[in-house]
């Protein structure tokens, strides 16, 4: 070797140092270049674009950040704002985030009693713990148990009374629970899943209440309770769109396997169900539910109203969610239905073990975004006379202190929603990524 | 010695109903039958018994009577002498006036907004991801709310236009108002209308006025021009396709064949531009735009326009990069792979959802509540109920002029679907 390099005299013996790359190769004139301005179109583009940012920032951010945090009205917000010799030129001057603070609680719990604030916190608190085994698999599996008692604390919770109305109700699903598990050896299956489903219904229907009326009047446990009308704000909000999310899925799963069924008379009733629910815009069952509900009931029958809301929101969206599944559904490959099949599953357990997982899994982004429109849809409820955040910004604006006042109301009703929305969209997407089993 | 034995004849046994599975399906529909017409038996004499308690009868007759309520948005001859069936006709032409603006001003934003999304540059498609984003995770309820409050709120009064340094002043060469009372746009106004025209007493010069007549005539002239110029462009494929050539000048023959009839029709009626102009406190002439069309419009608009522009980039991503790349070896160019190979097959992927979404923009259209745009909702489903009382019928009508517009659009779709479904085995 080493004569070779004797002879081979144009041979570099030693390393040149190492040169740093040309500036437009690297750093952030080659990003800018590759991201910015890597053709006339995309550069007039990004001019376009940061003219469009700087006019809107600088319309809005001093807005935002000179806003008045302390203050008891809009006037004393304008004096504040003319005592800074403030941009009055502008037209609106400044923001007077003061109306948050003054009317937060409004705006979170509506007219819910102020000393009994830590009823729906604790609610939510026990809600997203119950919902931590449902959405992350990593909790503990124990955590379920808290999960099914979950829906009948947070009702407590929230419209107070005694505990033995949901105690009761409770005890209706534990008994066809147990008539399932240990009716099945005994009387068959198909006998123990209808004695499972009727006898809770009968027992909610006669047995229930007057257990629940006997034993609150011999025990009384209960807390103050809080008529449905205190309701308002977020919370109503929170209330109508979680109940709807958690009913309307398996709904929505039933209506779904019925509309796939091979059952002439199912099949056409899921269709006519689900299409006469999907045509009419929810607005219009809202106003059915307020008006016509009374026509359809026995005369002398009258509930609450965010009940029938409740049960509106349900139904509209327990539609949009089976044809969710019905898309997952259709999408499965023939070969798992005749596989189920093959392994002489009968027809819950090939749904149950084979077909759902899958269709579920398929699903997911549409599910998520049908959970989201429902939540957003809940701002509805205002036109039926309910004060969800959008009837309380209207009802702030209506007082003497607060007249005149929208866009910061808006900024964080909207923001609020946005959260919520924005999270739930994300949570989907790290679920489809998660569940993902093929290689990609 | 084996012998062969027929299987014993057994009877027909109750409990086969539920056991063998020949005969279970038949059980469970029957048995599911029944309980659901006794539901629906049960309601239907709820209902009786209600409307009898009340004093009411079912009856349709109420559509016949005079309304006696006015509409400020009226597409069609209406005053507050007209019937409630002629109250909702309106309210329906209205429904669907602000479903056709925003489906087709959600589209283009739609198909812009998802394009500049995929775009490599990256302020760009940050800008739109926070468009869409914004739009889609809050209700659009709120942005209706948002738009009526920045039009009433934000805009100039009439009055602030008046007067030599006036405040605020028109835009586009004096020809649009905006003001807090709506956007005053011109009218086409034709000096020989159809409907004939009235002659200024003093000076004998003749009024430009506009009747139904000239509009549907130019509509029909136009639609027209189209109908040739697809005729036109199909003869021109046709021809090449034989001959390999296409026809020379085809482009400005389709061109002509829209324009022309279109420009000789306006030439011939004589029309002109009525352009608004501030009077007494208001202004007059030209189209008034009110907040609540324009609100409802533009938050519909943007709203389907976010949703719309997620299916166009889905639509696009779900067309494999290989035919791109076949495209390009076989040496077309970029602007021939996506007109040739890419959005034919993106089409297929985005135009059923893209339909559904019209049909959400058309549903979320009954928003006009919560600006108090006049549409069906609100004569038919408000105001006439209030005044007759006849709630159960006015929201049947309602429910079903909703559901039938549904059905319409989604069998159009079905037929669609099954036209540009991929042939399978």
């Known amino acids: ?440 | 010695m084996a012998t062969m034995t027929d299987p014993p004849v057994e009877g027909f046994r109750l409990s086969q109903l539920i056991y063998d599975t020949r005969y279970r399906s038949m059980t469970i529909q029957v048995v599911a039958f029944v309980l659901i017409m006794l539901g629906l038996v049960w309601l239907a004499n709820n209902v009786v018994t209600n409307l009898q308690a009340l004093g009411k009868d079912f009856d349709f007759g109420f559509l016949g009577n005079r309304a006696g309520y006015d509409i400020n948005q009226r597409l069609v001859e209406y005053s507050n002498d007209s019937t409630h069936g002629r109250a909702a006709i309106v309210g329906i032409l209205n429904t669907l006036l602000v479903a056709v603006l925003g489906c087709i001003t959600a589209t283009v934003l739609g198909v812009f907004a998802g394009v500049l999304r995929l775009s490599k540059n990256w302020i760009v498609s940050r800008l739109m991801s926070v468009y869409v984003e914004g739009f889609r995770n809050i209700p659009l309820l709120l942005w209706i709310l948002v738009i009526f409050a920045v039009m009433t709120e934000g805009t100039p009064q009439p009055r602030d236009f008046r007067g030599e340094d006036a405040e605020a002043s028109m835009i586009l060469g004096d020809s649009v108002a905006i003001t807090n009372r709506g956007i005053y746009i011109p009218n086409l106004v034709f000096n020989r209308s159809l409907g004939g025209n009235e002659v200024d007493a003093d000076t004998g010069a003749v009024i430009a006025s506009q009747s139904a007549g000239d509009i549907i005539l130019l509509l029909a002239v136009i639609i027209a021009g189209f109908l040739a110029s697809g005729f036109i462009g199909r003869r021109a494929t046709a021809i090449q396709e034989k001959t390999g050539v296409r026809p020379p000048g085809t482009f400005w023959m389709r061109l002509g064949a829209v324009v022309v009839p279109a420009l000789i029709v306006l030439v011939a009626l004589g029309a002109t531009l009525e352009y608004p102009e501030l009077r007494g406190f208001n202004f007059a002439d030209g189209i008034h735009l009110r907040n609540s069309l324009i609100a409802l419009w533009f938050a519909l608009s943007l709203y389907t326009g976010a949703f719309i522009a997620e299916i166009v980039r889905a639509g696009i991503m779900a067309v494999s990069k290989g035919q791109t790349e076949a495209a390009f070896a076989l040496g077309m160019r970029p602007s021939w792979t996506m007109n040739l190979v890419i959005l034919p097959q993106a089409l297929r992927v985005i135009i059923p959802p893209l339909i559904s979404q019209f049909l959400n923009l058309t549903k979320n259209s009954s928003l006009a509540i919560a600006v108090g745009y006049m549409d069906v909702r609100s004569t038919l489903g408000g105001i006439t109920i209030n005044q007759t009382g006849r709630e159960l019928e006015g929201m049947l009508l309602l429910g079903l002029f909703y559901l039938i517009t549904s059905l319409i659009i989604s069998g159009a779709m079905n037929i669609y679907n099954n036209s540009v479904k991929l042939q399978e085995r």
């Open chain 1, 1 to 440: 070797m080493s004569e070779i390099h004797a002879e081979t005299a144009y041979v570099r013996t030693e390393m040149l140092p190492e040169q740093a790359p040309p500036i437009t190769a690297a750093g952030p004139v080659k990003w800018m270049r590759e991201n910015l301005f890597s053709s006339p179109l995309n550069a007039i583009l990004t001019v376009l674009s940061i003219i469009v940012i700087y006019y809107v920032l600088q319309g809005i951010l001093p807005w935002m950040v000179n806003g008045i945090w302390n203050a008891d009205s809009l006037s004393e917000c304008r004096e504040i704002r003319d005592a800074r010799g403030g941009s009055s030129e502008h037209g609106h001057g400044v923001a007077c985030w003061a109306v948050l603070g003054d009317r937060w609680h409004q705006l979170t719990f509506g007219f819910y009693p102020s000393d009994l604030y830590w009823r729906p916190i604790l609610a939510l608190a026990l809600f997203l713990a119950a919902l931590a085994p449902v959405l992350f698999d990593t909790v503990p599996r124990k955590m379920f148990i808290l999960t099914a008692a979950a829906p009948f604390i947070c009702a407590w919770l929230l419209w107070g009374g005694t505990i033995w109305g949901p105690l009761m109700i409770a005890v209706g699903f534990v008994i066809g629970w147990a008539i399932f598990k240990f009716g099945a050896p005994a009387i068959g299956a198909l006998s123990a899943t209808i004695a499972a489903i009727l006898i809770p219904i009968l027992y909610w229907l006669f047995i229930a209440g007057p257990i629940a009326g006997a034993l609150s009047g011999a025990i009384p446990i209960g807390i103050e309770a809080v008529p449905s009308d205190d309701f308002g704000g977020f919370l109503l909000a929170f209330v109508i769109g979680a109940s709807g999310i958690i009913l309307s899925m398996p709904l929505g799963i039933v209506l779904a396997l019925g509309r796939q069924s091979d059952l002439f008379i199912i099949n056409k009733f899921s269709v006519i169900f689900i299409e006469v629910i999907r045509g009419v815009p929810l607005i219009v069952w809202l106003f059915t539910a307020s008006l016509l509900l009374n026509y359809f009931l026995p005369p002398g029958t009258n509930f609450d109203l965010m009940l029938r809301v409740i049960i509106m929101v349900t139904l509209f969206s327990s539609a949009y969610i089976a044809e969710v599944i019905r898309g997952g559904l259709a999408a499965l490959p023939r070969g798992q239905y005749e596989g189920a099949d093959s392994l002489g599953l009968n027809y819950w357990q090939s749904m149950q073990l084979i077909i759902l997982p899958q269709a579920l899994k398929i699903s997911i982004p549409g599910i998520v975004s049908s959970f989201i429109g429902l939540f957003k849809d809940t701002v509805l409820v205002v036109f039926v006379g309910l004060s969800d955040p959008i009837g309380f910004s209207n009802l702030i604006r209506a007082t003497t202190d607060w007249n005149g006042i929208y866009w910061e109301l808006f900024i964080f009703i909207g923001l609020c929603f946005f959260i919520c929305c924005y999270g739930m969209s994300r949570y989907s997407q790290y679920l489809e990524r998660k569940l993902r089993t093929d290689h990609r």
